[in-house]
């Protein structure tokens, strides 16, 4: 079901209320966000001072009750209080979790196990061990249900784990210069002002996220505001890296790109696309609200549109999908015409007709751009 409408009747669709009655709920300070919820589950251990196996151990119990715990509070029969936190809790756990990850990094599926934490060390995705941020700002250009009056909080970090040869935000994502470097407190203030003027939710975006997952967690120990987390991402991250962020994102906004893994290969330069992009979504659809994109391409209609749209009316039946046709030639794309002929235009109008008859016979709802 994809929606172009209006930002300002979107939430009139009782269908998107139903698909969407999560993010609602918190987006309007109804329901606390889920990052709140997981610092109010107490710890038994202190972390820090827990081995890994302890660490996984206490992480899977604390999930359990966390699950408890979130179904209490959609169903009204259970209220969150500040006064509630513990002095550890199942953020903390997650943190220290991701942390130590980091000394032989597996946060997505390119597991270069470099420690990234070491003084010159750089993992797969050219990054140490410190965020970076490229801009953040009230973002109106998202999907209706993100942005209404306030806009998506949107943060912008530096770097990607894909090299994609069309990317239309390269700057950020091959640039690991780019940015500026910001800790979890320094984060977390960014994130309550963008609350605070308005945002609806909090955007993590890029590039991609998934690199500053370390970061994105412990800045959640500091937020002292309520509202939903948005993960923006090409979804390439390890499953080990999805178990433990799936309990503090409120609202997916996923990127669904290849049907295969040879165009994934040769224009984003990922093994195994498929495989961790479609498990990913899978875990994403079961642990929150999600709205999916798929950007079609020129000349990638039935290797790519058609598998990505019958994928996910098969498999995340909930699911919100943006069929998006604004693609343009970018990054190396527009100097190696020849190398990239087929990507090397804009869409037609009969190719984004054929994509959006592909979403009306598989019974996702569209409305084409006019």
Sequence with gaps: MFFKSSALFVWSDERVRDRLSWYYEVMLD??????????SIRAEIDPSQASVEELNKEHGR???????????????????EQSDEPEFSLLDIKIELAKRMLKRCSFCEWRCRVDRTAEGKRGACKLGDKALVSSW???????????GSGGSGTIF???????CVFCQNWDISQDCSNGVVVDAKRLALIIKRLRLDGALNIN????DPTMHLHTILESMRYVDVNVPMLWNSN???????MNILKDVIDIWLPDFKYGNDKCAIRLSKVPRYFEVVSRNHVIAHANGDIIIRHLVLPNHIECCTKPVL????KNCPRALVNVMGQYHPDHLVPSNPEKYSDIARRLRRDELERAYAIAESLGLVYEPVS
């Design 62 to 80: 604390l999930q359990q009750k966390f699950t408890e715990t979130l179904q209490q509070i959609k169903s009204g029969t259970a209220t969150l």
């Design 204 to 207: 993590f975006v890029g590039g």
């Design 310 to 313: 019958e994928w996910i009316a």
């Design 235 to 241: 979804m390439y991250l390890t499953e080990e890296a």
């Design 30 to 39: 109804r329901k606390p966000a889920k990052f709140r919820i997981c610092r």
């Design 137 to 147: 700002f009230h973002h109106y250009g998202e999907e209706p249900p993100l942005v």
């Design 157 to 163: 970090f530096t770097g990607c784990t894909f090299r």
